[in-house]
């Protein structure tokens, strides 16, 4: 669901994709994943694959670096990786949206 990370100490870089983009390769052969499951790598190696080969992702990511004393709107459904820039503590308070809400509450029904 909806979530808004603060980060009162330290400094991350976001790695941040809409619900329709795609973090693996589209092509098998040769790319940074070829033989490997990029969903199952941490962010910092993915990030490391990924700046090796920026044209093997079909959409690249929005990257930002979050400061200290700041606060970070990741909306449903988005895909995120973080890489700690420096030691970090950080709060992430998830907002629930409606759909999330029902498809729950159905599901607990």
């Given at each position: ?82 890489v700690n820039v420096a030691p970090s503590v950080g709060i992430a308070i998830e907002v629930g ?13």
């Amino acid at each position: 669901s909806n979530t808004f990370s603060l980060l009162p100490h330290g400094r991350k870089r976001w790695l941040l994709l809409p619900p329709s983009g795609l973090y693996a390769p589209t092509r098998p052969e040769g790319s940074i994943a070829a033989g490997k499951e990029t969903h199952k790598l941490r962010p910092l190696e993915w990030l490391r694959r990924h700046e090796a080969q920026r044209t093997d992702l079909p959409i690249a990511p929005l990257q930002c670096i979050q400061p200290a004393g700041t606060a970070l709107f990741v909306p449903s459904g988005w895909k995120h990786a973080t890489v700690n820039v420096a030691p970090s503590v950080g709060i992430a308070i998830e907002v629930g949206d409606v759909d999330v809400i029902s498809r729950a509450q159905r599901a607990a029904a």
